[in-house]
Structures are given as structure tokens and as C-alpha cells.
């Protein structure tokens, strides 16, 4: 079974530009996350999907960020325009079934490293 | 003040010594994660637990619901145990808030 997949690993942009981060779930899996941890902070919740709605977009640290799921599987989260505080570690995650949390153990991506420099 | 607390913030010991990591958290959950990062790795999900105790391997985790308490202990432990151990919570929804983590470093 592949695992969750983020792309890209890495992503170095200036101020002011566009990146879009992709998270591929695991495939059947409804529930889809993305995190952020910014550096020396713990990790937050941004927002998250059941198929291709969004259940809780609370995290969400403005509207800077955009989160689609279109079809409900991969999505994407797009900075425009990015700012220097929106550097850290985006962490996407996939479960199959979010009714029960404590039956559904979540699978992180390896994350995407954003620096806005 | 963060709503899950981890204790300690760094740990150093000698390979085989027994490990515990504290979590402490203060509001209602319906799960606890526990969660492994090495350096320059992704996240892995060690366990999900609800209430009681879990056993994988050499890791254990357990849970006191009413005094708001997680530990993860290691046994026998080693240096490719040296990673972030993560304690995240859910509060009867989706959403995670997470623990700022236990750096472990393990020395041979």
C-alpha cells in the first residue's frame, strides 16, 4: 500500500510569490489534513477534508491559503502571496474513517518544506 | 499555555536504559496519538489509544483518562530510537492539537 505523499519535498520561493503544496492520501481514504509546524513551534492544525468538503477549516491562518480537494483524493494548498512567516513544514495526513477517531489511526506525508526567503 | 504538555523537552541516555516521555493534556479527548519524527523524516504514527494500554514491540504507551495522562515508555532502548516523539490529541473531533515534542538522542 503506498503511503501518503507530498510534493514537493522542498521549496525555496521569494516573498510575494505562488507555490502550491500537493498531498497525494492513501488511496479510499476520506479524512485528509494538512498540518504546519513553523519553526520551533509545535505542530497546528490548518484544516481538514472528508472527501472533497471541508469539515474544519479553523486553522487556517488567513486567506493568503487555499485548500482544494477537487474529486476527493489528492489536494493541494496554495500561499499566494507568500510571506516570510509562512515558512515551515507542511504536514499532510489521510485516514479512512473519521466518525470514530480512536478506530482510524492517521498516515502522515513526509511533509513539504517551504522557506520564503 | 499549550493544551498538551510534554515532558521532558530533551531527553539524553545510554543505549539499553528504559525511556519515559510524560504527556499531560487538559481538556476532554476521545484519542491520543503518539507520533515518531526522525531527523529530516515524516511523521509515523506509533499509536492511537483511547484508554488502557498498548504494546508494540519495545514501545509502550498508556493512558490515564481521568488524571489527563499519557506516558510512552521504551524498553530496552537503542540508538535508532533517537527521533521527536510527538503527543497529539483530539477533542471528539477531527482536529489535532499537538504537543511541542520530546527530542530523544540515544548514545551508543
Known amino acids: 500500500e503506498a503511503g501518503v505523499t507530498q510534493f514537493p519535498s522542498h521549496s525555496v520561493i521569494e516573498k510575494g510569490q505562488t507555490v502550491t503544496l500537493r498531498c497525494d492520501p492513501i488511496s479510499g481514504h476520506d479524512n485528509l489534513y494538512w498540518y504546519r509546524r513553523v519553526m520551533g513551534k509545535e505542530i497546528k492544525f490548518l484544516l481538514h477534508?472528508?472527501?472533497?468538503?471541508?469539515?474544519?477549516e479553523s486553522g487556517m491562518p488567513n486567506n493568503r491559503f487555499l485548500a482544494e480537494r477537487t474529486g476527493g483524493t489528492y489536494s493541494t494548498l496554495k500561499v499566494q502571496p507568500a510571506e516570510l512567516e509562512d515558512s515551515g513544514v507542511y504536514f499532510c495526513?489521510?485516514?479512512?474513517?473519521?466518525?470514530?477517531?480512536?478506530?482510524?489511526?492517521?498516515?502522515f506525508g513526509n511533509g513539504t518544506r517551504l522557506t520564503v526567503t | 499555555k499549550n493544551e498538551v504538555e510534554q515532558s521532558p523537552q530533551n531527553l539524553t541516555a545510554q543505549e539499553g536504559e528504559f525511556i519515559t516521555i510524560n504527556c499531560s493534556y487538559s481538556?476532554?479527548?476521545?484519542?491520543l496519538h503518539w507520533l515518531q519524527q526522525h531527523p529530516g523524516g515524516g511523521i509515523v504514527s506509533l499509536f492511537m489509544?483511547?484508554?488502557g494500554k498498548k504494546k508494540h514491540g519495545r514501545l509502550i504507551a498508556t493512558i490515564n483518562i481521568q488524571e489527563k495522562h499519557s506516558s510512552l515508555h521504551i524498553t530496552a532502548s537503542h540508538p535508532r530510537d533517537s527521533a521527536v516523539y510527538i503527543c497529539a490529541v483530539a477533542m471528539g473531533n477531527e482536529k489535532l492539537t499537538f504537543g511541542t515534542g520530546t527530542r530523544l538522542t540515544i548514545i551508543p
Open positions: 477534508f472528508v472527501k472533497e468538503s471541508k469539515q474544519d
Open positions: 489509544l483511547s484508554s
Open positions: 481538556v476532554g479527548i476521545s484519542a
Open positions: 495526513a489521510s485516514s479512512q474513517d473519521g466518525r470514530e477517531t480512536y478506530n482510524s489511526p492517521l498516515h
